[in-house]
């Protein structure tokens, strides 16, 4: 097999192209064509829009590791806060107090500005390599990517310092950003730094009460072994708490084998669902997965709903994501506490090659098969399964709703097309299916159900997430409440908690 | 963070056309416009330069995972030469004899068409997520990608029953394209079925003789656990031998652990080369890492050079191809047998937090430190050490090569831009750099020590490899010729050796 080189240059371009630009020229030309900065929101329809593409490349193709995903949304929406405190009559940043503009300055262009230029300092930051592309956002839409300006009477001075604050706020947190922690050379960022290992392998369960790595397919025919993501997020500071070992959850008592009846009863009860999989479970397990799809276009549909003015919209994005950022450290606490067993280590286990009644892979819906060759639904993110953190953050985020607008009222509707599933194109959903939601309630339960569905979690992973979880959402609102009111103290620039105040 | 779901949807659907679309229409418009058939290759400029990308895609971003990448290129040259056999005066092909037709029909056109059909009978087979992408490179030139004839007096025939054939006599050789070995629900295709498990787990390195898989970076702060690319390589048919047990290479006596000087000493050759890399060094050991860009270019350049005539190029790269699989299936074997350490391993074992003086880190140049920050200048492939795979590869190839022009020489001249890099993106090579070799002893030798340059291998796992895998090339050569002069039997549909020959 051969190709000339000249073709073989020309496919490298391409690919090029694609990766790293033709993409970005395409979306935001999209996007910028017809912004207006009088009337459009900038935090959405520009940053929002033009960076969603590199996170996704990045970071997590289906946005299904939180980690990052929460990293990326608290970073910029921390700093579209900031930047556009002066312009709310009380309210104070976090890492910056700006100062105070004149009431007639706040307008949804001054606001848009600001906006603009603390997305930038973040984005250099937090993803160097596209430093190219958010300059041509820029550039797109009449503003100057070059301008520095430190100003406080401007937008664009209030956008920088609150952004460059931002960054220096959070670099050091805890998350290991800069892949510096115990090394100078060679960086590796968000690795660990705990020392955390899995007490079984990918081959063998040493101990079925605890954490498999699992061997995932990556492409044609590559297979790759799970390595705990991020197992410092649980070392990271939080806004509105100071210390998540004031929260703990119960132990899995039901994932120790040696309580072998309960063991096998929850595992049964995850066949059970998958066994049952409906069209509209399949969708909704997915939905919920990509952290976007779910639990933005709740805020987005809701802002709509709600009439939130450019300020309240910030207000309400950055709440959402303080809680639920502030719950993932919490449940990377327990997680790296508990460690427990996922449900596939937990069938292969117990029914190893005797038949069972569940989803037999994609397109082949229900049969029998060998326990061990049963697979879940979705493929299982980076981290032991005891509690969930999908739930968590839904029930975290509805909460932080719900204390916003003083009322458990939602608005959320979202057409499924026939064949738009990702595990199962082209066959589920077999008709145009329909998710809607009215209140946030109804909301974070299904969010919470779908991890059994979908055959990561068992059913006291989700409960128990729904029972403390709720805490977060009104913590965040309090913090929040006391940044708007303007009585929140400037908070110093963040250094994580040591190693040896990890729970075990 | 949030985003207006017609947004989000726009970004999936854009991303969608990029990885699926818009990607191939881009790239085969390009090259399909001014397709002639009667002058042109259809095997590089249609099939080649149109399903690179979804190789990439698919399998290995950057060429550098040696099975799946060869897999393609056997599947392809083989069913390309199969499909023209009776096109020459005494040829006969691999998995099917179609009898001859007249020389006049012998036409670079029906060549072509007959190229054509058989590759869409792989590429429907190999990688069949992408059907449509290969529907549209036919219908872009004037075929029809639904012309299943199977009449042999036509060059549409032979290409889909040589196609076809290929396709049943590679599917169960042993290497689980179907990824049902030992399953019958979920498959998992390409996997391990001989259960290879390393004896060193990432976090530890139980046993410093042994092969440990390295924790590595993926995007922006994934991290993935190396997993042995298919150990079952080792029990795949051959095409030019019957079994790869009848060769053999000497244990890597310097990796034994307990050869402390001589561990060090090869520990310290690595050091040595990392601390000296020059830029030149650094562009070979990236061009040599990439199969295509190395082994493509070679065989592209040398038959315009050689003007070889349609029906010889297709000989020739068959026969490169069968001399760097069946190479493959050797190495892997050895590989498997002594499951060696790679240099990272040994270096951070042998050095801990004491100083080497080494490079360090893209754009560091040459520091001093801690030995167990030493990072190889290209990431390890996903395989144990001994022996080099691309040393034997290049051997093979250039052996091969030698015995069908029967001299050594050879053209190659490849001009690396300043700063294009993979690597050290922008800084290096700090100018233009052209990389040129005129005989393939040349290319073989630089090709092999790159991986010690690399940091991925040891000199003595070149060295064996540099001495042994010649036979590879002098082996395909004779199988292709009793495969042109008509001698070679009808080779049944292929099925592996048991897991129980392997040797360990």
Not at 367 to 393: I, M
Request: hydrophobic share 40%.
């Amino acid at each position: 097999m051969i190709f000339k080189i000249r073709k073989v240059q020309m496919v490298y371009r391409i690919g090029l192209l694609i990766s790293g630009l033709l993409f970005f020229v395409h979306s935001h030309a999209q996007v910028n064509e017809d912004f207006d900065f009088d009337t459009d929101n900038a935090a959405l329809d520009i940053i929002g829009f033009g960076s969603l593409p590199a996170l996704s490349e990045r970071a997590s193709t289906n946005f299904g590791d939180a980690t990052l995903v929460f990293r990326y949304a608290i970073l910029l929406t921390n700093a579209w806060y900031d930047a556009t405190a002066a312009y709310h009559p009380t309210a104070v940043g976090v890492y910056s107090h700006l100062g105070r503009r004149p009431a007639h300055e706040a307008t949804n262009r001054n606001i848009n500005i600001a906006v603009m230029y603390a997305s930038l300092r973040v984005l250099n930051s937090f993803l160097p390599t596209y430093k190219q592309t958010w300059r041509e956002l820029f550039i797109d839409v009449g503003l100057d990517p070059d301008d520095n300006s430190t100003d406080l009477t401007t937008p664009i001075g209030l956008g920088n310092v609150a952004g460059n604050a931002v960054v220096a706020g959070r670099i050091n947190d805890g998350l290991n950003e800069l892949g510096n922690e115990g090394r100078e050379f060679n960086p590796l960022p968000y690795s660990d730094y705990t020392g955390y290992k899995p007490v079984n392998t990918a081959y063998k369960l040493r101990n079925p009460s605890r954490w498999q790595p699992d061997l995932q397919r990556q492409g044609l025919g590559l297979y790759k072994i799970q390595q705990f993501v991020t197992p410092q997020f649980a070392l990271v500071e939080p806004y509105s708490y100071d210390d998540p070992r004031q929260f703990y959850m119960p132990p899995p008592r039901n994932s120790k084998f040696r309580n072998r009846r309960a063991y096998r009863q929850q595992a049964d009860e995850v066949l059970l669902a998958s066994a049952n999989l409906t069209d509209a479970q399949k969708v909704k397990a997915e939905l919920f997965d990509d952290k976007f799809r779910s639990l933005s276009f709740s805020v987005s549909t809701n802002t709509d709903v709600r009439n939130l003015s450019l300020l309240e919209f910030i207000q309400f994005d950055f709440l959402v994501n303080i809680a639920t950022f502030d719950s993932g450290i919490f449940v990377w606490q327990e997680k790296y506490r508990y460690d427990a067993v996922r449900p596939f280590s937990a069938i292969h286990k117990l029914y190893r090659n005797r038949l069972v009644e569940a989803w037999g892979g994609p397109g082949k819906g229900t049969v029998h098969l060998p326990g061990n060759e049963w697979e879940s639904y979705l493929e299982e993110a980076d981290h032991p399964e005891y509690p969930s953190a999908t739930t968590c953050f839904c029930y975290a985020h509805a909460q932080a709703a719900r204390q916003f607008f003083g009322d458990d009222d939602m608005v959320y509707a979202l057409t499924i097309g026939a064949g738009r599933s990702r595990i199962e194109p082209g066959i589920t959903p077999a008709e145009d299916t329909l998710i809607s939601y009215s209140t946030w309630t109804d909301f974070a339960e299904e969010c919470g159900q779908s991890r059994v569905w979908a055959g990561v979690h068992f059913q006291a992973a989700v409960d128990e997430s729904a029972a403390v979880c709720p805490v977060f959402g009104d913590l965040a609102y309090e913090y929040m409440s006391s940044l708007v009111d303007g009585s929140a103290a400037l908070r110093p620039p963040s250094k994580g908690r040591p190693v040896n105040t990890l729970p075990r």
